[in-house]
């Protein structure tokens, strides 16, 4: 063997295994439950409130009490202490009945798991319980207008002032910002990233924070994604993320976080496909033309082939990558490949059903054009898949790096 050999690198450092694996009869039953209630609450409802980018009020309340808030909290903080597996299925089923009901909980879910991970004693005790009911809604405030992909260049800063900060700047892409109770907020402090919990109370303005626009989507509607402004916004010393010791560190702390986002849009991915995939499969067996179902023509049923292969193949990545991250507390490359991999598949599937539906497909009568209108925010959000592939690259050329 030449000097130069392929090595697999040692895993990085896991970070605490915070819940303990589930049973997989839970998971099931969990899952059970949100599918029937999705089939019974959200399908004959999703369509209009997302055509009058309505916020889904009463079903936001349903899910509190279906303690969907708290999945993967452990059950000290009142949470459900269910794993990354029991999320993800879950994810699946809310985006198999409309996308956004997924949105709702993502974020709140990677500031609750930000606090689990790496808050202080104080901070977990008094801000899970009030999440876990949903009572809190928690945001993550990462992007600004001008840093979405390019992370590190954010120019919110956070200046100390005796025992608090001062936070000055502008977020954009908040998704659930106004609603929100807990702002999970990267700022730049003089020792570089630190992330702060910022609590505030839900609404357009409060203290220094304001929003300071709604903006409009394509899809992945009925929950807002905001700017928000934040002018002198005192917070806290206290709110830093894991206290004295976090300040500095936000950056790494959202970044791992970010996986769990990630996972999310791989498994919400995975919803619309399978929504968009069986609205097709059926469709195609009870549409006739020329004498025969649509399924017949071999140009129809290659197509459903292929969206039913990367629907399994999208679903077995994805939770590939929820079991490594439940397990090692780290999952970077493969979090980012089933994240690629998902929301690639599921802008074809959404594209094919539309295709295999033809006209119909294109009214408002079915909710292919909602498929087909929210499936593109897969490829953008939590990082685009440019930049995932820049991560998984680097993630596997460090893993088989040739030994000198
Ligand atoms: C509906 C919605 C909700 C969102 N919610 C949130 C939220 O709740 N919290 C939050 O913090 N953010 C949120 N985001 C922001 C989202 O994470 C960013 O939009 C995303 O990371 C891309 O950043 P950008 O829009 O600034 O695009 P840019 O970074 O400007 O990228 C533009 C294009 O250039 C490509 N590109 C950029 N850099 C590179 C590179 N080095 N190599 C190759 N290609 C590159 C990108 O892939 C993309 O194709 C949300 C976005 C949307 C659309």
Redesign the pocket.
């Given at each position: 063997m030449s000097a130069k050999s392929i090595s697999t690198v040692t895993a990085p450092v896991p970070a605490p295994v915070t819940v303990p694996v589930t049973d997989p009869e839970i998971r099931a039953e969990l899952q059970a439950l949100v599918r029937r209630w999705v089939e019974r609450e959200v399908m004959p409802v999703a369509s209009a409130l997302e055509h009058a980018d309505e916020y889904p009020e009463a079903l936001v309340e349903q899910m509190k009490e279906m303690g969907l808030f708290g999945i993967t909290v452990p059950e000290e903080y009142g949470g459900l202490g269910l794993d990354l597996l029991a999320y993800i299925a879950v994810i699946e089923e809310l985006a198999a009945g409309w996308m956004s009901l997924s949105g709702v909980i993502n974020?709140h879910h990677i500031a609750a798991g930000l606090l689990v991970a790496h808050g202080t004693d104080e901070q977990r005790s008094t801000l899970l319980p009030r999440m876990v009911t949903g009572e809190m809604r928690g945001?993550?405030?990462?992007?600004e207008p001008d840093?979405?992909?390019?992370t590190r260049n954010i120019s919110c800063r956070a200046v100390r002032d005796g025992d608090e900060y001062v936070i000055t700047g502008t977020?954009?892409?908040?998704?659930?910002?106004e609603r929100a109770g807990l702002v999970a907020l990267a700022a730049r402090t003089e020792e570089g990233i630190t992330c702060f919990m910022v609590e505030k109370d839900p609404g357009a303005t409060f203290g220094g924070i304001s929003v300071s626009k709604s903006?409009g989507?394509l899809g992945?509607k009925g929950l807002e994604?905001v700017e928000m402004v934040y002018d002198a916004h005192r917070v806290p010393a206290s709110a830093v993320l894991g206290g004295d010791e976090g300040v500095g560190k936000g950056l790494a702390a959202i970044l791992s976080g970010l996986e769990v986002g990630r996972i999310n849009i791989a498994a919400r991915a995975v919803g619309v496909a399978r929504a968009a995939f069986e609205a097709s499969i059926k469709y195609a067996q009870q549409r006739q033309t020329f004498g025969q179902p649509i399924a017949a023509h071999q140009a129809i049923a290659h197509k459903l082939a292929d969206m039913g292969t990367q629907l399994l193949a999208a679903r077995l990545l994805t939770e590939h990558a929820a079991r490594l991250r439940a397990e090692t507390g780290r999952a970077e490359v493969e979090a980012g490949m089933a994240k690629l991999f998902a929301s690639e598949a599921a802008l074809d599937i959404a594209t094919e059903a539309m295709r295999i539906h033809g006209g119909v497909g294109y009214t408002t009568e079915l909710p292919i054009e909602r498929y087909f209108r929210d499936a593109p925010?897969m490829i953008?959000?939590?990082?685009?898949?440019?930049?995932q592939r820049?991560v998984i690259a680097r993630g596997l050329l460090k893993r088989y790096a040739l030994e000198e």
């Open positions: 974020t945001c993550l405030s990462l992007s840093a979405g992909s390019d977020k954009a892409w908040v998704t659930n910002g903006i989507k992945y994604t925010l953008i959000g939590e990082g685009t898949n440019e930049i820049t």
